[in-house]
């Protein structure tokens, strides 16, 4: 084992070229933002969990079925555009609303060291999902946000190794975490912007 941002897939190592977002990287990297919410450890949370299990399932599932149709997100999304039901492409879509909104919730706390993960995921999820939620989602959200651990035990846990070793230093998780967030980052506006332009988020 080792400290948590060392064990999974890092958004850093997902190869992103002029053909697009490598599809089997990008969703081995979107598991390991499920995983973070264990570390969060509330209950509440088991419903984003699995809102991004299901999408990346849904992705997955594109992806085995048309392999060489679907090497990147985009490919997949443009392949996928002529069929009835764009099962792919509307989950693909929604998970990537998850990450962004995991991705600026942790970017607000590492702007802002002495904001509470709880401030920081409400902010995020007002300028993310919540426009797209209706009355019960939401509900559900306003409970999980309020059930967010102190920052510090946050970061004392994504830090640790849980199988006793060393953990790492604050100073090597603030550099591994912005790194692993600023290539999340860089991929969900990649992508949105694709979503956009190519009106494929049209029909959801």
């Not at 450890?41 to 392999?67: C, H, M, W």
């Not at 919540?130 to 559900?140: A, D, E, R, S, T």
């Amino acid at each position: 084992m080792a400290p948590y941002l060392e064990s999974v897939k890092s958004f850093v190592d997902v190869p992103v070229t002029d053909a697009g977002v490598d599809t089997v990287a990008f969703l081995e990297a979107a598991e390991g933002v499920v995983g973070l919410f264990d570390i969060l450890g509330s209950a509440a949370f088991t419903v984003v969990q699995a809102d991004l299990r299901g999408n990346i399932a849904k992705v997955r599932v594109r992806y085995e079925a048309t392999p060489t149709q679907s090497s990147t997100l985009e490919l997949l999304v443009i392949n996928e555009k002529g069929e009835k039901k764009r099962t792919a492409t509307e989950g693909l879509m929604w998970l990537l609303r998850g990450l962004a909104f995991t991705c600026k919730a942790l970017q607000a706390t590492q702007a802002n060291q002495t904001e509470e993960l709880a401030a920081a995921f409400s902010k995020s999820y007002e300028q993310t999902l919540k426009q797209f939620h209706n009355f019960v989602v939401k509900g559900i959200f306003s409970v999980a946000m309020k059930a967010c651990p102190y920052r510090a035990d946050f970061y004392a846990k994504l830090a640790s190794d849980p199988a006793g070793g060393p953990s790492v230093t604050a100073d090597k998780l603030n550099e591994e975490l912005n790194s692993w967030l600023t290539a999340l980052a860089a991929i969900v506006t990649r992508m949105e912007t694709f979503y956009e332009q190519g009106g494929h988020n049209k029909g959801f």
